[in-house]
């Protein structure tokens, strides 16, 4: 199989460019666009599993799935859980095993994904009181959610569908119908996260199907398809596994967040946000990690020099996952503009680092001046208590979150809007 | 063949009896390619009882035997086989020359990072030791394949890069193991 460097070589060759290739992103749509034959993918030299000097290390860094049940409501760790001065956390609702991803309708309508289990469900609120729905069930690894004038699109592991008026339809939801299958099928990074851009398209993550490795042409990437289906093209290369993105709500520019490789160090690599300037970039992987050091065993023979460097490094194997701008006005004004980003925690590490909500501060140019803690508390004795995975700003600007290993959503809200949605 | 859920009025103990038919125990031989379950880790078993009846795995008849037991019932199931004994090892004669591959490959790919050192499996990670060595060559070629789609992902990380013979070698080393 072609590496993906040889097929960028001989496409700068065609296309007669000698810039990194923005042109020639359209050039290898059309090829990805192609039937795709089932993935045999060219193993790395080295599997990148390290040595580790003893037993007890071990079994510090195994990463351990929730079971397939959700944590009774009096049994949050509602008390653990640390926000800032004038803001608090409440339970939005709970008894969603596996909570992932979340969407908002139109029409008030919370929609909240899973990514080992295989429903979508609603949740209405009817007074202050939260009713959860399974919509749909059945489905494989749907992970990835955007909503668009009444339409619910969901993003399994190897399709997009969706389900039209779906909040008029809540209690005889229709099925899902499927727009899109152009995927590999594969485990490892296979789920993916989707979003609604400002130019109303469809944006994925395509993961790499390893830990680290070359991945296929088709992988390693943000890809973009129209509402119908059609149209997919490379948004941007280099990606490992991205579970987050948004757009910056004045430069309408795409920030995503992509987790570095397992089994490096303790402490390297940290995870990145990353921010596009132009369609076609590309943000190392596998070749670079964090922006300035190549890895140990795809980077021989490469630069940093030759790809985008991350706007923020977020820290070691956190796993930052979900991300959205803030554009409420719930928040001070500090807050506006800012993204609020929730870090799983790590599980490649023996320290653990994460299981938090942190906020980042951008500067007027649209580069990252700072971050610091928001919510914390799920991190507890070197484990979890819960491990947040997506961020979602409601109408009334309050920030929901989710967590996967309970199966609940949280709610922070601030100064007298705290009562308002109170149970 | 009858649901449990027709006879979930039973104890666990007695549904367990329908599932020793064709996983056999101490008495009776395992059907070819069933896995052994005693000693397996309890999130194991639940985690993997949930995806039988939520058709998650699909495995005939596993879906039916399950169909309509409520997670209570499937925890309670788990905590009756948690109590089996393991399974005696292979007692066929070991190829050293596989043995030795085996052995590499295990230390290669960290194999007892999550599986333990002694194999024998934790949380919702299976015990390997003992296992049947056709179980064990069929789990990982249809986690290779997709065929059978892991909890999580890990699995499919680990085998990107290893190969049919690769499986041959650990599967024989492993159903010896104790």
């Given at each position: 199989m072609k590496t993906s460097c040889a097929v960028f070589t001989r496409l700068l060759l065609l296309a007669g460019l000698c810039a990194f290739p923005f042109a020639t992103v359209y050039a290898q749509t059309a090829e990805a666009t192609k039937p795709i034959p089932p993935m045999q993918p060219v193993p790395s030299a080295v599997p990148g599993r390290p040595d580790v000097p003893n037993a007890e290390v071990e079994k510090q860094l195994r990463n351990t799935p929730p079971l397939p049940f959700p944590v009774a409501e009096d049994k949050l760790?509602?008390?653990?859980l640390k926000v800032p001065k004038g803001f608090k956390v409440e339970v939005?609702?709970?008894?969603?095993?596996n909570a992932r991803s979340m969407r908002m309708g139109d029409k008030g309508t919370l929609f909240v994904s899973n990514r080992l289990l295989d429903k979508v469900w609603a949740v209405v609120d009817k007074n202050g009181k939260r009713e959860n729905k399974v919509i749909a069930a059945g489905l494989d690894r749907p992970n990835g959610l955007a909503f668009h004038q009444g339409t619910l699109y969901i993003a399994e592991g190897t399709k997009i569908s969706k389900m039209e008026n779906i909040e008029d339809n809540l209690d005889n939801p229709p099925k899902p119908v499927v727009i899109y299958s152009d995927f590999l099928n594969h485990q490892s990074h296979g789920w993916k996260f989707m979003g609604l851009g400002p130019d109303n398209k469809l944006y994925v993550n395509v993961g790499s199907p390893c830990n680290i490795c070359e991945p296929?042409?088709?992988?390693?990437q943000l890809r973009r398809i129209n509402?119908?289906?059609?149209g997919a093209e490379v948004v941007v290369r280099g990606v490992r596994n991205s579970v987050g993105f948004d757009w910056?709500?004045?430069?309408?520019e795409l920030y995503f967040t992509d987790n570095g490789r397992d089994w490096l160090s303790e402490d390297l690599p940290n995870d990145e946000l990353n921010r596009v300037t132009k369609q076609g970039q590309h943000f190392g992987f596998p070749y670079c990690h964090q922006g300035n050091f190549t890895d140990r065993e795809m980077g021989w023979g490469r630069t940093c020099d030759e790809f985008e460097k991350p706007a923020a490094l977020l820290g070691p194997h956190v796993a930052a996952l979900g991300m959205r701008f803030y554009t409420g006005k719930m928040f001070p004004a500090e807050y506006q503009n800012g993204i609020f980003i929730a870090r799983h925690g790590s599980w490649n590490k023996s320290k653990k680092l994460g299981g938090d909500i942190i906020y980042v501060t951008l500067n007027k140019d649209g580069s990252v001046k700072s971050f610091k803690p928001f919510l914390t508390g799920f991190l507890q004795n070197n484990g979890y208590v819960g491990r947040p995975v997506d961020v979602l700003v409601m109408k009334d600007g309050s920030l929901l979150i989710s967590d996967d290993h309970a199966g609940a959503v949280y709610r922070v809200s601030y100064g007298a809007a705290t009562k308002v949605a109170a149970r | 063949m009858a649901s449990i859920a027709a006879v979930a009025a039973e104890s666990a103990e007695a549904t367990l009896n329908s599932c020793l038919v064709c996983h056999g125990d101490a008495a009776r031989a395992a059907l070819p390619n069933v896995p052994a379950l005693g000693a397996q880790p309890f999130d194991y078993l639940t985690i993997q009882l949930y995806m039988f009846r939520e058709k998650m795995r699909t495995v005939e008849p596993m879906t039916a035997m399950l169909a309509g037991m409520k997670d209570d019932d499937l925890k309670r199931l788990a905590a009756a086989i948690v109590k089996l004994p393991a399974p005696a090892p292979n007692s066929e004669p070991a190829d050293a020359a596989r043995i030795e591959r085996a052995k590499a490959l295990v230390v290669q790919h960290?194999?007892?990072?999550?599986?333990n050192r002694d194999y024998s499996g934790q949380q919702n990670v299976p015990r390997l030791a003992g296992q049947r060595e056709d179980y064990l060559l069929k789990a990982l070629r249809d986690y290779k394949s997709n065929a059978r789609r892991g909890y999580d992902a890990t699995m499919d990380d680990v085998l990107y890069p290893l190969t049919d013979a690769d499986f041959q070698d650990l599967a024989h080393f492993l159903s010896r193991q104790r």
């Open positions: 760790p509602l008390g653990d939005y609702t709970s008894g969603i095993a296929p042409e088709t992988n390693g509402l119908d289906g059609t910056h709500p004045v430069s309408k | 960290r194999c007892n990072f999550c599986h």
